[in-house]
């Protein structure tokens, strides 16, 4: 259960980090245009241009390093980080994902992102999809 665990957040989390990075090159999917690409994932109003290469790339090395944490903790992988580190991460990345899910439902958040379809999309994919995440890593924690 804790490996199929682990492996299920590399992919997913994995698979987002892609889908940054390929934005990062210029990629457009899964719209258009760059400005429909900015309120469909960014959402942020009164921008028109996706975030800067260099930021996304940082948000690639983020999520990328989120999704090898999980497997450090399975058998195969066992003791590569110290306990600390491996423990203090699930927990902080449990409650970062937790509290990203969260403000998908709190109108202040969308306040500030306030574009559509952006906001429909958080309700009822991106923030759904961060809770879940965040219990996978609640659910590491509990099984370590």
Same mark, same amino acid.
């Given at each position: 259960m804790l490996a199929a665990i682990a492996i299920l957040l590399f992919l997913v989390l994995s698979g987002i980090a892609g889908l940054h990075a390929y934005w990062a090159f210029g990629g457009l999917w899964p719209c258009d245009d760059e400005e429909t690409l900015v @309120?469909?994932?960014?959402?942020?109003?009164? @921008?028109?241009?996706? /975030?800067?290469?260099?930021?996304?790339?940082?948000?690639?090395?983020?999520? %990328?390093?989120?999704? +090898?944490? /999980?497997?450090?903790?399975? /058998?195969?992988? #066992?003791?590569?980080?110290? /306990?600390?580190?491996?423990?203090g991460g699930l927990a902080g +990345?449990?409650?970062? %994902?937790?509290? @990203?899910?969260?403000? #998908?439902?709190?109108?202040?958040?969308?306040?500030?992102?306030?574009t559509e379809p952006f906001v429909t999309l958080d309700r009822r994919i991106y923030g759904p999809l961060c809770l879940v995440i965040g219990a996978g890593y609640l659910t590491l924690l509990v099984l370590v």
């Open positions: @309120r469909t994932v960014v959402g942020t109003k009164h @921008r028109s241009a996706m /975030p800067p290469v260099w930021l996304t790339l940082v948000v690639v090395v983020l999520l %990328f390093a989120a999704a +090898l944490l /999980p497997l450090s903790v399975t /058998p195969v992988f #066992a003791g590569l980080l110290p /306990p600390i580190f491996g423990h +990345l449990a409650a970062i %994902f937790v509290a @990203r899910g969260l403000l #998908a439902f709190t109108t202040a958040f969308h306040q500030r992102h306030g």
